[in-house]
């Protein structure tokens, strides 16, 4: 099955006065299959299976726009210092300018008294980041203003390293965002949602994609829940801890049924360690 990365893009085109936009480029794994470009027709993006989240109870999610040099788009990401977000490489590859960092955004579209917005142009992708295969698909990005930590921002804790021998099968786990969420009834709602899912045994996401590999953690699709278009970078997180960055799903319809790939954080606690000002016991 073909796996395509969730980074939802914006191309604003002039033509004879009219301004056109929501064009969706979809990157996908290259090793047995072909890219797919898709024009997105709605200006929608909410998680797909969901329910809209009580305003700010997600507080260490964070909502991105990164500027390109011809387009901009839209990611999301967690909070895990005052001065770092960790979101998906995928949302930072390419002629990337500079990114708008949200926090504290329900409707991250409109200016709400809880958001912070810090713009940056200071961010890293993991140097072994393969945007075919989306293999170490993991970044992180700097807050030239650190974010006041309060009701509506707060951290997401990382794994410890007790945590690295632990795959989380089984578990139940929450993964946000503003993804597309395949629902008409939803049209011009742009509001946090949220999933409750269950991590996957990488033998069983396996099954379904073929190439899954140790630093990736899947969750089931049961019920057509998963991350959609625009979620990418966003968190999955169980006991209160980030386990997963949005990266990938499948080559069927977001609300298909199957399985959502995340990038494994207990995978990378010492890039993550290497690169930011978090401490990781």
Not at 76 to 102: F, M, N, P, Q, W
Not at 244 to 262: E, L
Not at 269 to 279: F, G, Q, R
Request: glycine share 8%.
């Amino acid at each position: 099955m073909k796996i395509i990365a969730l980074i939802f893009i914006t191309i604003s085109l002039v033509m004879a006065d009219i301004t056109r936009d929501r064009f969706k480029i979809v990157p996908t794994r290259k090793i047995t299959h072909r890219e797919l470009n898709n024009l997105a027709s709605s200006e929608d993006v909410r998680i797909v299976g969901g329910n809209e989240a009580v305003p700010n109870s997600l507080p260490y999610q964070v909502a991105l726009r990164p500027f390109y040099d011809e387009w901009t788009s839209f990611c999301g990401g967690s909070l895990i210092t005052k001065r770092y977000v960790l979101t998906a490489a995928h949302c930072l590859d390419g002629r990337l300018l500079s990114v708008e960092v949200i926090l504290g955004a329900h409707k991250y579209r409109e200016i709400e008294s809880t958001q912070q917005r810090i713009n940056t142009s200071t961010f890293k992708v993991h140097e072994q980041f393969n945007s075919e295969t989306l293999d170490n698909d993991l970044g992180v990005i700097y807050l030239p203003t650190p974010a006041k930590i309060n009701h509506y921002v707060q951290l997401i804790a990382l794994p410890s390293r007790t945590d690295v021998s632990n795959s989380f099968a089984g578990h139940k786990a929450t993964a946000s965002g503003w993804g597309d969420d395949y629902d008409p009834a939803t049209d011009g709602k742009e509001v946090l949602r949220y999933i409750n899912v269950r991590i996957l045994r990488n033998e069983v996401c396996n099954e379904t994609f073929k190439d899954i590999i140790d630093s990736v953690i899947c969750t089931a699709g049961t019920g057509r829940k998963g991350v959609c278009f625009g979620d990418s970078g966003g968190p999955l997180v169980t006991n209160k801890k980030l386990i997963g960055v949005a990266s990938f799903i499948g080559d069927n319809d977001c609300d298909a049924g199957d399985p959502s790939g995340f990038s494994r954080v207990t995978s990378f606690l010492n890039w993550i360690e290497v690169n930011t000002d978090a401490v990781i016991a």
